[in-house]
Structure formats: structure tokens, C-alpha cells
């Protein structure tokens, strides 16, 4: 099969924004549902084909912000594709595990991806770099308003939307920012923060979202209350908790230089060296020496190089390592091909 060259791009919410180095993306994810059909978990195998095919249409005729959607059949991706779209972010491990027909409407830099037919009809998705949940909003609403405008949607006046997952019901909005704390975490103080989260109402997930690790000291946090909270106030809450985060990461950060820079300089040098020389690396050990690695840069002990954070996470990783590769590769021939490619990407300096 063809390499599809719109997956190999990097995404627009790889992009280091300088202004805002503790916070590496925010998402805005809509939760819809059309009216008077079931849920995709209980549609036949041709009511889900009708469903995705009447979305697809839809999606494939908007016009965002001067752009077409490219809609994809799950149907028409190889599995590594589909694990390539996982490890950008730009669809869920459930839609692939999922039954039924269904797919994903990308945008060209990946910023706008809809999901059909994954635990709701759709999942209206807008994934942008740094911190910018009102600039997400905005355009997941848009998105959202030119969808309405052709497609009825559940909705109740008295609860709002209808979801398959009672936690989505009402506003149907999960709002995340990923963060990277690598500060907080060696001064012991990230599990702490981060607990205290729950009781203010928020999720704290892996990089992958339920049920993953945070390797590489970066976690996701979202919204858990979407019934009788008002979307602008989802937003404002999580945009204070979001100032905490960079606060206490950016304390911990001038403690460490001003009270342990030697240990400090020793931990980030050590992983610049392991990422410039290494033949071979997993995945979980590049994530580690990455973070460290942008810890470096971040606080002017390291040179920086041209790859950003985000993209050399991404792009190291079995799916899309292998697909830029274009070649399937054993475990251990990943950790070759990866430690190479991460060698590259050091020699590359930041003009």
C-alpha cells in the first residue's frame, strides 16, 4: 500500500511555542450524537455503514477556515496507518478497536480531526500547540455550528447533548492541555500536584490518555463535569489550574538551577550525551532522555537542535518510525532504526 504523504507530515500541534514551554498542546473534544438513532455500540453492521456514510458526506462538503476535510474509511488504512493517526493524537486506540464502519475527516496540518462512529456518532476534535484552549474552542465550535446546520443532533433542553457515555452528557466537551513537568517530578512534588487535581474535578492521564503511563514526565488533564457547567466556564477553570501547573514547574525549575544545578546540568547532559551516541533505544528510554533533554534547552544548559520535543516523541515511536521508514521492523530493529534517527536529529542544530 502507498504511503499516505499526509500522515508523514508533522502536525501543527508538534510545534514548540516558546511562549508557553511547560504546556505542549491543548484539545477541545466535542461529543455528538444524531437524533433517533442508536448509539454506534448497538448499530448493525449496515445501519453503521448508512450512519458513517451520511457523516462522510458531511464532512467531506464543509468548508473550514477555506479548507476541505480529507475523510478516511478505517476500512481503507493499514493497521500501522491506523496506529500512526493513534500516535499523533489524531484518532483513539477505541476507534480502532471498535466494530462497525467507520472513519476519520483530517484537515491538511492535522489541526481538526473528526472521528465517526467511534463511542459516539461523531467526535468533533481540535488539537492545537501551546496554550490555547479559547483558540480550540473557537474552532471545534465552528465545526460544530456547520454540522448542526445540515444534521440533527440530540439534544435535550433541559440536560443538552446525548451521549453514549453518561460522563459526556450535557456539554459534551472534554477540555485537556498536555503538559510536561519534569521539574516537579525530580523534586518529588509531581504526584502530589497532580493528585490534588481529582478533588478540583479534573483527570490526570498518560501521554495516551485512560489507562496510560506518563513516560517522559508529561501527562494530560481534562475536564470530568460536562453536565451543568457551562463550556466557558470548563475552559476558565482549567485555564487557572493550567497557571498553577506552569507556576509550581517553573518554581521548581529555578529551585533546581539555583539550589542543584550541578546534579541538574549532570542529568541533562548525561541524557544529550545517551541521545547522541546510543545505538540502541526502546521507546520508553528516548521518552526519559527527550524530556531531560528539553529541560536542558529550556532552562539554556543545552544547545538547542531544530526537531521539536513533540515531533521527536511522535516520530519515534513503533508506528510512525516505521511507516517514515516505510518497512516493518522487529522490536529490536526499532530500537536501532529510532537511536538513529535521534542521532540525526541532535547533529541538527538550531541555527
Known amino acids: 500500500m502507498e504511503r499516505k504523504e499526509h500522515f508523514l507530515q508533522h502536525s501543527e500541534w508538534m510545534k514548540e511555542n516558546p511562549q508557553a514551554p511547560v504546556v505542549l498542546s491543548s484539545r477541545i473534544r466535542l461529543a455528538r450524537n444524531l437524533e433517533g438513532i442508536p448509539f454506534p455500540i448497538s448499530l448493525s453492521q449496515k445501519d453503521s455503514q448508512d450512519v458513517e456514510e451520511k457523516l462522510a458526506f458531511q464532512l467531506k462538503n464543509i468548508t473550514i477556515e477555506g479548507e476541505k476535510l480529507i475523510y ?12 500512526v493517526l493513534i500516535e499523533k493524537h489524531l484518532i483513539s486506540p477505541a476507534l480502532v478497536e471498535s466494530s462497525g464502519a467507520r472513519g476519520v475527516a483530517i484537515n491538511k496540518d492535522h489541526r481538526i480531526s473528526v472521528m465517526v462512529n467511534e463511542e459516539d456518532h461523531l467526535r468533533i476534535q481540535v488539537l492545537l500547540p501551546g496554550n490555547q484552549l479559547r483558540k480550540a474552542y473557537s474552532l471545534a465550535s465552528t465545526i460544530d455550528d456547520k454540522l448542526e446546520e445540515n444534521l440533527d443532533i440530540a439534544y435535550r433542553e433541559a440536560i443538552g447533548y446525548l451521549t453514549a457515555c453518561p460522563t459526556n452528557v450535557g456539554t459534551g466537551m472534554r477540555a485537556s492541555i498536555m503538559v510536561h513537568i519534569p521539574a516537579l517530578a525530580m523534586v518529588n512534588r509531581a504526584q502530589q500536584m497532580l493528585g490534588a487535581l481529582n478533588h478540583l474535578g479534573l483527570a490526570v492521564r498518560g501521554l495516551y490518555g485512560e489507562g496510560s503511563q506518563a513516560f517522559g514526565h508529561i501527562y494530560q488533564i481534562s475536564n470530568q463535569i460536562t453536565l451543568g457547567k457551562a463550556e466557558e466556564d470548563t475552559i476558565t477553570h482549567l485555564e487557572a489550574v493550567t497557571r498553577q501547573i506552569i507556576d509550581q514547574e517553573i518554581h521548581a525549575r529555578e529551585s533546581l538551577m539555583e539550589n542543584a544545578r550541578i546534579n541538574l546540568e ?31 534547552v529550556d532552562l539554556g544548559i543545552l544547545p538547542p537542535h531544530k526537531q521539536s520535543f513533540s515531533t521527536l516523541i511522535v516520530e519515534t515511536l513503533p508506528a510512525s518510525l516505521q511507516y517514515t521508514l516505510d518497512k516493518e521492523l522487529l522490536p529490536e530493529e526499532r530500537d536501532g532504526e529510532r537511536a538513529t534517527l535521534i542521532r540525526k536529529a541532535m547533529a541538527e542544530k538550531k541555527e
Open 72 to 83: 478516511y474509511p478505517l476500512k481503507d488504512l493499514s493497521s500501522i496507518e491506523q496506529h
Open 266 to 296: 549532570d542529568k541533562v547532559w548525561r541524557a544529550r550525551g545517551t541521545l547522541e551516541n546510543a545505538r540502541l533505544l526502546t521507546s520508553e528510554d528516548a521518552l526519559q532522555c527527550l524530556s531531560l533533554d528539553r529541560l536542558g
